[in-house]
T-cell receptor, first 112, second 114 residues
Framework: GQQVMQIPQYQHVQEGEDFTTYCNSS?????IQWYKQRPGGHPVFLIQ?????EVKKQKRLTFQFGEAKKNSSLHITATQTTDVGTYFC????????????FGAGTTVTVRA | NAGVTQTPKFRVLKTGQSMTLLCAQD?????MYWYRQDPGMGLRLIHY???????AKGEVPDGYNVSRLKKQNFLLGLESAAPSQTSVYFC?????????????FGPGTRLTVT
């Protein structure tokens, strides 16, 4: 089964509002990656977090890695229509393994 | 650079037919992967390769075979297609590194098995 779980599965957001999506793992992760997939498109890498408690920002997107390295979050401020898509988190199946385990994703729709 | 390319983009098969999906990357990446994506299930790893001439099973390998005869190409074969293999298939590649590095995905192949 999947190693990483994401919640919520769906997020309907009013344009201009903020929202957060969460990623949880049953085991400690050496690192975590986030991808975005636009409708009809392919996953595109957004960011990788490695350090405990790490916080990284990309414009309106803020990514955080938990202190125990078992969870992560993506917070989007002032949501825009360009934020529509599915956001996936992914972690290695074992430390230094070659494989990623992807969460089921959070699909975001935006009401104008 | 084209990045990661996949052919074909769409395909309809009848149950029992066979086909090969081709993935090519021009980034000189060592690692290549085949995923399938089904609604509500994210991306599931079918097979992967850590270098030319090597392949390994992923999470859902049954019914699929792969080959990596050249570093830039990774082929996914379906010997006898089944309706359960209706899905969108993505190929990805990544560079080596201590931590698994970011994956670059192809545009996908939408396969329907009737």
């Amino acid at each position: 089964g999947q190693q990483v779980m994401q919640i919520p599965q769906y997020q309907h957001v009013q344009e201009g509002e903020d929202f957060t999506t969460y990623c949880n793992s049953s085991t400690t992760l050496s690192n975590i990656q986030w991808y975005k997939q636009r409708p009809g498109g392919h996953p595109v890498f957004l960011i990788q977090l490695v350090k405990s408690g790490e916080v990284k920002k990309q414009k309106r997107l803020t990514f955080q890695f938990g202190e125990a390295k078992k969870n992560s979050s993506l917070h989007i401020t002032a949501t825009q229509t360009t934020d529509v898509g599915t956001y996936f988190c992914a972690g290695p199946t074992r430390s230094n393994d070659y494989k990623l385990s992807f969460g089921a994703g959070t699909t975001v729709t935006v009401r104008a | 650079n084209a990045g990661v390319t996949q052919t074909p983009k769409f395909r309809v098969l009848k149950t029992g037919q066979s086909m090969t999906l081709l993935c090519a990357q021009d980034m000189n990446h060592e690692y290549m992967y085949w995923y399938r994506q089904d609604p509500g299930m994210g991306l599931r790893l079918i097979h992967y390769s850590v270098g030319e001439g090597t392949t390994a099973k992923g999470e859902v390998p049954d019914g699929y075979n792969v080959s990596r005869l050249k570093k830039q190409n990774f082929l996914l074969g379906l010997e006898s297609a089944a309706p359960s293999q209706t899905s969108v298939y993505f190929c990805a590649s990544s560079q080596t590194g201590g931590f698994i590095s970011e994956q670059y995905f192809g545009p996908g192949t939408r396969l329907t098995v009737t």
